[in-house]
Nanobody, 123 residues
Framework: QVQLVESGGGLVQAGGSLRLTCAAS????????MGWFRQAPGEEREYVAA????????NYADSVKGRFTISRDNAKNTVYLQMNSLKPEDTAVYYC????????????????WGQGTQVTVSS
C-alpha cells in the first residue's frame, strides 16, 4: 500500500528546467523501485526513467537521456525528476509510480501511481 503525490509541474519555455517531486506515504519506501512515466493527449503512456531501491542504479528512455535525472531520498520518502533542456515534445502529464521490482519499463508492471502533474513546454 503506497500513496504517491506528484508536484512541480508547470509551464516552461523550451530550453528551460523543471524539477518534479513525488512524495510517498509508506513505512517501507526503500522496498520500492520507482519510475517516472508520461502521457500526452491521445498517446500511450511512455516510460521516462527508473531508479532502484537505494538509488544506486538508474535507467532512462533514449528520448530523455542526458537531459533528465532521476534521484531519490529515502529518508524523506521522496523521488525527484530533474528535467533540463526541455523541448516541446516533453509536454505531457508526468506520473510517478512504485514497483517491488527493478527495472520495469512497462507501465502495466507498476501497481502504485500518483495522480500526475502537467508539464507544458512552450515554443
Amino acid at each position: 500500500q503506497v500513496q504517491l503525490v506528484e508536484s512541480g509541474g508547470g509551464l516552461v519555455q523550451a530550453g528551460g528546467s523543471l524539477r518534479l517531486t513525488c512524495a510517498a506515504s509508506t513505512r517501507t519506501f526503500s522496498s520500492y523501485a520507482m519510475g517516472w512515466f508520461r502521457q500526452a493527449p491521445g498517446e500511450e503512456r511512455e516510460y521516462v526513467a527508473a531508479i532502484s531501491w537505494g538509488g544506486g542504479s538508474t535507467n532512462y528512455a533514449d528520448s530523455v537521456k542526458g537531459r533528465f535525472t532521476i534521484s531519490r531520498d529515502n529518508a524523506k520518502n521522496t523521488v525527484y525528476l530533474q528535467m533540463n533542456s526541455l523541448k516541446p515534445e516533453d509536454t505531457a502529464v508526468y506520473y510517478c509510480a512504485a514497483s517491488r521490482t527493478y527495472s520495469e519499463i512497462d507501465y502495466r508492471r507498476y501497481p502504485y501511481w500518483g495522480q500526475g502533474t502537467q508539464v507544458t513546454v512552450s515554443s
